[in-house]
């Protein structure tokens, strides 16, 4: 899938579900594009969001690379499996509206001042914050935020 591609198939339903839960179309898109690679590394068939299992989830072991103590590694770890993309999108928004960790990070802050919270939690890459950023510009993903 190309980027346009994938933008387009995303796009639709991060808008609408997004929008439900007042959270940004443009950082859930760019999270997407990177954690699959624009679609080229979905876990199943539809975890575009690198998202790990919890006790009771349906899932998949795969390989997969982390930092931990600033250090690159190679590790096998257990990631969700959807039965469809809205479900995906779904569990994101839930993820970032019910977790405390989020929860507190996500009213009344700007787009970047979101990222730059959001990042250093959701993922071990130290530079994520700006590889979303970066992302969402660099594909115009403010379009779809309502």
């Given at each position: 899938?190309?980027?346009?591609?994938?933008?387009?198939?995303?796009?639709?339903?991060?808008?609408?579900?997004?929008?439900?839960?007042?959270?940004?179309?443009s950082?859930?898109?760019?999270?997407?594009?990177i954690?699959?690679?624009?679609?080229?590394?979905t876990?199943?068939?539809?975890?575009?969001?690198?998202?790990?299992?919890a006790?009771?989830d349906?899932?998949?072991?795969?390989?997969?690379?982390?930092?931990?103590?600033?250090?690159?590694?190679?590790?096998?770890?257990?990631?969700?499996?959807?039965?469809?993309?809205e479900?995906?999108?779904?569990?994101?928004?839930?993820?970032?509206?019910?977790?405390?960790?989020?929860?507190?990070?996500?009213?009344?802050?700007?787009l970047?001042?979101?990222?730059?919270?959001?990042?250093?939690?959701?993922?071990?890459?130290p530079n994520?914050?700006?590889?979303i950023?970066?992302?969402?510009?660099?594909?115009?993903?403010?379009?779809?935020?309502?």
């Amino acid at each position: 899938m190309t980027p346009d591609e994938f933008i387009n198939w995303l796009a639709p339903a991060a808008r609408r579900i997004c929008r439900s839960y007042r959270l940004y179309a443009s950082v859930c898109i760019a999270q997407a594009a990177i954690e699959s690679g624009w679609g080229r590394y979905t876990i199943g068939d539809y975890n575009i969001f690198g998202r790990k299992a919890a006790a009771g989830d349906l899932f998949t072991e795969v390989r997969t690379r982390e930092y931990y103590n600033g250090e690159l590694v190679s590790i096998v770890d257990k990631f969700k499996l959807y039965s469809s993309l809205e479900d995906a999108i779904e569990d994101w928004c839930q993820l970032l509206t019910q977790e405390p960790v989020y929860v507190k990070h996500i009213d009344n802050t700007s787009l970047e001042t979101f990222v730059q919270t959001l990042a250093p939690i959701y993922a071990t890459n130290p530079n994520y914050a700006r590889d979303i950023l970066l992302t969402i510009a660099a594909n115009q993903l403010t379009q779809y935020d309502d």
